[in-house]
């Protein structure tokens, strides 16, 4: 397998695991689980992290004149890292709300 293919696989893998505890993170705060949800989007933050510098590693080796082939794999990854992204904002978001329903 080739680098490239390893380094997206690792993108996807690090990613999708973030986006699920991102999700997971709602399902808390809809139980009142506030505290909870939070350290679900930090522990998720620091999963997703992986997934970003691995993916920085290619920028970096194409940055430095190494030619960085274009795969559906990579766009693949690329999406999902985006997507894990989106996710992590929405999760804080309803957890807000969630978290201000409950005062009311």
Do not use: C, P, W
Request: proline residues 0%.
């Amino acid at each position: 397998m080739e680098q490239i293919e390893l380094i997206s696989f690792q993108i996807i893998s690090t990613v999708g695991t973030a986006r699920s505890m991102y999700i997971e993170a709602i399902q808390l705060a809809k139980e009142g689980k506030f505290e909870e949800a939070r350290n679900k989007i930090i522990a998720g933050d620091d999963i997703f992290a992986d997934g970003h510098r691995a993916h920085a590693s290619l920028i970096q080796q194409e940055a430095s004149g190494e030619r960085v082939e274009f795969q559906l794999l990579l766009m693949h990854a690329e999406d999902q890292l985006m997507s894990a992204e989106g996710f992590k904002i929405i999760a804080s978001e309803f957890i807000d709300v969630y978290e201000k329903m409950a005062s009311i």
